[in-house]
């Protein structure tokens, strides 16, 4: 029996029309961009970083921002929304904002300003957040981060920012199930945010993983934010379509509050999935929001997605637009404390990218070595201490800490910034292992023993 002659489904098609005039032409469907059966979908991501800014108080406010107080200990009128109260804006966060978009290589605007977002949710009382729609703090720029590709490989990649703002963050529901009801603690309401939104630069989970984790070493060595996904420091939405090569993005769904990375790899993986399963069956995706169940691995529908005329943008009438100045403006104005771009340019501490250059440049490790130890917290510092003590290569103490000794560290639940060995121990063992008098077995179980 003949198989069944393949027709595309859409009518509107010019290969439905040929197969349908003359099915000779029934080979073209495999070409037809409408082939459901066709596995070369490709993911596109776009992400939402929700940073914390490492303040004492708010954005906003002089509340406290300490991790860990009793519910509802730290709200001032203005958190609570109370009528006739202001905002004052915290220089400090302007300033860490600052420092962040110079890391990022973006363009700081001189004159920015605040809006109202308006929404309903019973966690924000003023029924509106203040943020930064229209003119942002910086726009532009680009990160470099590295990502272990399908082949296992280290390769360094680009990704693009589109802005970065300043806004509020809100309180935090506590859902209570066996009482059937809700509560809100506002200790978090009025923190400091600073959200750096990305262009559609990623293609799977391990990606947007690798440039969040980038993100995360830098804000962390600007001391900007203290970058705990577990403390809620660090919040991400991904922005997740699939299209094919050479034709128009898709439709894009939100998943919103990812966690942590290991939530964000495995929440755009199973979206990807997900939507190609959709489109290949035939179906349409919708726009809409999403959260990520870590228990199944499944992305749930929330709500449609928000338009934007929803949220009704107006500019924030008790802001006055932010200054920033450099030396040629710095003349302009007479306050001693505001932030000047300048200052902070010259001020800064070395990058992640700067540290990885560093050690490529000057000891000519490998890109997999100076990965693990940039990634690994105090893991460059321990690699120089051992390189004061230690008469062997720069490459043979790096694959010694990245192969063996972070091995044992690992299997033990040791972190290399709490070592029990100290760096002259270990440039001993590694000398020891250099010279060819030990084997590699015998300096782990050396290492081992000093646990």
């Given amino acids: 029996m003949a198989a069944p002659m393949k027709i595309c489904r859409f009518r509107s098609c010019a290969i439905y029309s040929r197969i349908k005039s003359k ?6 469907y495999k070409h037809c961009r409408h082939n459901s059966t066709q596995e070369n979908w490709k993911g596109v991501i776009g992400l939402e970083i929700h940073a914390q800014i490492n303040t004492k108080s708010k954005l906003f406010s002089a509340s406290s921002t300490a991790f860990g107080a009793p519910t509802n200990t730290q709200v001032s009128i203005f958190d609570a929304a109370l009528p006739g109260t202001l905002p004052v804006l915290n220089g400090e ?9 110079i890391a990022l290589n973006s ?36 990160v470099e981060y590295i990502l272990i590709d399908q082949n296992n490989r280290y390769v360094t990649k680009t990704a693009r920012i589109t802005q970065l703002q300043l806004e509020q963050d809100s309180g935090r529901s506590l859902h209570d199930e066996e009482g059937r009801q ?15 939104v990305t262009e559609p630069d990623f293609e799977n989970g391990i990606d947007c993983s690798s440039f969040v984790r980038e993100v995360q070493l830098m804000m962390r060595q600007l001391q900007v934010c203290l970058g705990s996904f577990r403390e809620g420091a660090l919040r991400v939405d991904a922005n997740i379509s699939v299209h094919k090569p050479s034709e128009p993005l898709g439709v894009r769904s939100e998943v919103k509050n990812l966690g942590s990375l290991k939530d964000l790899r495995n ?3 199973y979206e990807i999935k997900r939507q190609k399963s959709v489109l290949k069956n035939g179906g349409t995706v919708i726009n809409e929001t999403r959260t990520f169940d870590s228990e199944s691995g499944k992305t749930i529908p ?33 306050d001693q404390n505001s932030t000047k771009i300048d200052e902070e340019i010259q001020n800064m501490p070395p990058l992640p990218r700067d540290v990885r250059n560093k050690l490529i440049n000057d000891y000519n490790l490998s890109l997999r070595n100076v990965y693990v130890l940039v990634n690994e917290d105090k893991g460059v510092t321990f690699f120089n201490e051992v390189m004061k003590y230690s008469n062997s290569p720069p490459n043979f103490i790096a694959n010694f800490i990245v192969n063996d000794l972070l091995g044992v560290f690992n299997a033990n639940d040791i972190k290399i910034r709490n070592s029990p060995i100290s760096p002259d121990i270990l440039a001993e063992i590694v000398d020891i292992k250099e010279s060819g008098y030990s084997t590699v077995a015998y300096c782990s179980q050396v290492s081992f023993h000093y646990l």
Avoid at 93 to 101: D, F, H, L, Q, S
Avoid at 183 to 196: F, Y
């Fill in 267 to 269: 929440a755009v993986d």
């Fill in 23 to 28: 099915p000779k032409h029934s080979h073209l």
């Fill in 302 to 334: 929330m709500r449609d997605k928000e338009r934007l005329q929803d949220y009704r943008f107006m500019p924030e009438p008790n802001l006055p637009p932010l200054y920033l100045y450099d030396n040629s403006t710095a003349a302009q104005t007479r």
């Fill in 107 to 142: 363009k700081i605007n001189k004159v920015s300003k605040f809006d109202r977002k308006h929404y309903f949710y019973a966690d924000l009382p003023q029924g509106y957040q203040i943020t930064q729609q229209r003119q942002p703090l910086a726009v532009g720029g680009e």
């Fill in 182 to 196: 809700s509560l809100i603690d506002l200790n978090r309401a009025g923190i400091g945010l600073m959200e750096i």
């Fill in 93 to 101: 966060c302007v300033r860490a904002g600052v420092k962040t978009a």
